[in-house]
């Protein structure tokens, strides 16, 4: 009620006025008859105000442009759920806050976060905790502890309400879905270094966070460490942004480090991550109060299962940026089921990337983790066989690759410490030269691995395997290195057989890489050997090798004088595959020096043993060479026709060299005939080919020089 005393009465006695004050319920009227009950409402319920609950975002954060318009693409599609996924210390939860903020006027009923510990060292926290928290900060404190109930209530809270929510560090899905809200108004995010594929039945969106790019990594140390210090050691700064490989945490301790110590040059702290390769970089990446990259991994490290742990563990070890199941499976030991479900465990947490069918890779920084893990968690026996086992399958596919594309090719026995028990990843030609030549990196490795090792036997017999390989695509460069590995390896193993195939498969490669004196050098060290073992064979081969060199080196006198003893130690003990590929080079002297029909009768015998003895590479060879000459002796056609026919074998079995060899003896002989217009199409066509397989051709036929033969 009212002070009365303060009511002046005015003329009709029902006037407020002067200095009155009205407090409470106040009645004016001018007569009241009867009594007055007075009944106060309840008070309107309030809302606490909005919950604004998101991280700070860092000063240093940097870049992610693209990111974060990614984010906004999958906002736009209407995804009430949004999983932002990568490693550890790749910058998720700043990334997310970041967005998040930039979105508060769309959410006016709050913003809220929860950091889920999912790689926490007490285990995950359950969604009645995080219910708990939220439900208070809506004012709503819970009733009960019961996780159905708070769920409940939850839903029913956030059934109308325009809110974000961040779920930080999320574990697995079954975490997130308690914690969804009650109606289509709102927006969930979570941050997870796991996958979480699981909330595609939520109508989840994903986003994969990757590592940042250089130009990033240097502007965030540039926003630790000040711009004059990166522009006075610039080369210094982009070597230790690349040794922290794009991983925002591993820069931002690498910062934090250097500006604890302003009189440190960036290049010590670069030359200290260089030198530690292993453990070492993760441990020279710790400041004292911060998570470090350690840390962060051994917490995703530590929740695997035991078997995609050793798996985890055994990639580590391996001398290869990539890896496929087989690799995977073969490394342990195990069956490719096995294999595919622990790979697809590591995938799914964000500790290898899948980048591609059937292919995946370590980030660098946790290929140094897992290595380093193996280094302290397996017996060095453990190690030791895996490697082999690496090393093994390596050598037992490529030799059924060797097997099935050069059938003929001389090869001597194989020896395995692990035999693999697995399906070969081919089944034709053309399959077969497709692995050699995608796993050549893995290849090559094996080689080094074995050679470095001890396990010189396999390193050469690895050597030996790839010959389809050199032969077929010509990658000169890992043709000369491995034979130089492979024959150093045949003699520590003390195989003189061995060595004589090294020596001669060896030189065959530097004579094509146009190192004719040392081709020259390796043949003669192989005629020597031959001759001291009584190897009539090997004699041939060596011989067979010099005559080229000779005919390269512009001495085809001497040429011819080699080739014609080859052919006769060869067919004096029996190698009619070893003459025919000395008369195609007697063919090819002969076409070169414009005798056309000597040079068909070579081809034509060389290419008839060929088919005999069931080569059909070499057959071809010889044929397209027969076609060259059969054009040069006025038969255009009948030549074209021929080397149409070896640029069909060629282009089916997956021969580039000589698909583009033929494409440029087509290209000649059109030129010859008037036919500008086929000539260019031929050429062009066989630069693009060199261009690919033989560099030093390239440069020949782009240059102008066609080869004559």
Not at 100 to 108: D, G, N
Not at 667 to 695: I, K, M, V
Request: net charge negative.
């Amino acid at each position: 009620m009212s002070d009365s005393s303060a009511v002046p009465q005015g003329p009709h006695g029902n006037e407020i006025g002067g200095e009155a004050r009205l407090y409470g319920p106040t009645v004016q009227a001018r007569e009241v008859h009867g009594g007055i009950h007075v009944h106060s409402a309840p008070a309107a319920p309030t809302r606490p105000p909005p919950p604004r609950q998101l991280l700070p975002v860092p000063a240093h954060f940097t870049d992610r442009e693209r990111d974060l318009a990614s984010l906004d693409g999958l906002r736009g599609t209407g995804a009430p759920l949004i999983v932002v996924s990568g490693p550890a210390g790749i910058g998720k939860t700043t990334l997310v806050s970041k967005w998040l903020r930039s979105l508060s006027t769309e959410f006016p009923d709050g913003q809220l976060y929860a950091d889920l510990r999912g790689h926490s060292a007490g285990g995950p926290v359950g969604p009645a905790e995080i219910l708990g928290q939220f439900l208070r900060a809506l004012g709503s404190g819970p009733p009960s502890t019961d996780a159905v109930e708070l769920a409940s209530m939850w839903r029913s809270l956030t059934a109308d309400r325009r809110m974000a929510i961040m779920l930080d560090n999320s574990f697995t899905a079954a975490q997130i879905r308690p914690l969804l809200l009650g109606g289509p108004g709102g927006l969930v995010v979570v941050t997870s270094r796991r996958r979480l594929t699981g909330l595609r039945m939520q109508g989840a969106g994903f986003h994969q966070l990757d590592a940042l790019g250089p130009a990033a990594g240097v502007e965030l140390l540039t926003r630790g460490i000040g711009a004059d210090r990166v522009a006075g050691e610039l080369s210094s700064v982009h070597r230790l942004v690349a040794l922290c490989a794009g991983l925002p945490l591993a820069v931002c301790l690498a910062s934090a480090r250097l500006a604890t110590r302003p009189r440190q040059s960036v290049g010590a702290l670069a030359d200290a991550l260089a030198r530690n390769a292993g453990g070492g970089r993760l441990a020279a990446l710790e400041v004292e109060g911060e998570t470090s990259v350690r840390k962060a991994l051994d917490a995703s490290y530590a929740v695997l299962s035991s078997g995609t742990a050793r798996l985890y563990r055994t990639l580590g070890l391996l001398p290869v940026r990539t890896f496929d199941t087989a690799i995977a499976a073969a490394s342990c030991g195990e069956s490719r089921e096995w294999a595919e479900r622990r790979l697809d465990e590591l995938v799914e947490a964000n500790l290898v990337e899948d980048v591609g069918p059937d292919s995946c890779r370590f980030h660098d920084l946790l290929r140094i983790h897992a290595h380093d893990r193996a280094q302290e968690d397996d017996t060095g026996a453990a190690r030791e066989e895996a490697l082999r086992r690496f090393c093994d399958w390596s050598l037992y596919t490529a030799t059924a690759a060797q097997e099935r594309l050069t059938p003929v090719q001389f090869t001597l026995p194989r020896t395995y410490a692990h035999r693999p028990d697995l399906p070969l990843p081919f089944d034709d030609d053309i399959a077969a030269l497709g692995w050699l030549d995608a796993h050549r990196t893995h290849l090559m490795a094996a080689v080094r691995l074995a050679a470095d090792s001890g396990w010189y036997d396999t390193s050469w017999m690895l050597v030996d395997a790839l010959w389809p390989l050199f032969l077929r695509l010509r990658h000169y460069a890992d043709w000369i290195e491995a034979h130089e590995i492979g024959l150093k390896a045949a003699r520590q193993a003390g195989n003189r057989e061995a060595e004589r195939q090294m020596l001669n498969s060896g030189a065959i490669g530097l004579g094509a890489a146009g190192r004719t004196e040392d081709a020259t050098a390796w043949y003669r060290d192989s005629l020597r050997a031959a001759r001291e073992a009584g190897d009539v064979r090997d004699e041939g081969q060596a011989l067979l090798g010099l005559g080229a060199c000779h005919r390269e080196a512009g001495r085809p006198a001497d040429a011819v004088t080699h080739l014609n003893r080859a052919i006769s130690v060869w067919e004096g003990c029996g190698y009619p595959r070893g003459a025919a590929l000395a008369r195609t080079t007697l063919g090819e002297i002969a076409l070169a020096t414009g005798a056309a029909d000597e040079a068909v009768d070579c081809f034509t015998r060389a290419r008839d043993a060929m088919v005999a003895v069931n080569d059909p590479h070499d057959a071809a060879r010889a044929l397209a060479l027969l076609g060259r000459a059969v054009v040069r002796t006025g038969a255009y056609a009948e030549g074209v026709a021929r080397m149409n026919e070896a640029l069909a074998v060629f282009t089916g079995s997956g021969a580039a060299f000589w698909q583009a060899r033929t494409l440029e003896m087509l290209g000649e002989s059109a030129a010859e005939h008037g036919d500008a217009t086929a000539a260019e199409e031929f050429l062009a066509r066989a630069l693009a080919l060199f261009e690919t397989t033989s560099p030093a051709d390239a440069l020949r036929l782009g240059g102008g020089g066609g080869g004559g033969g």
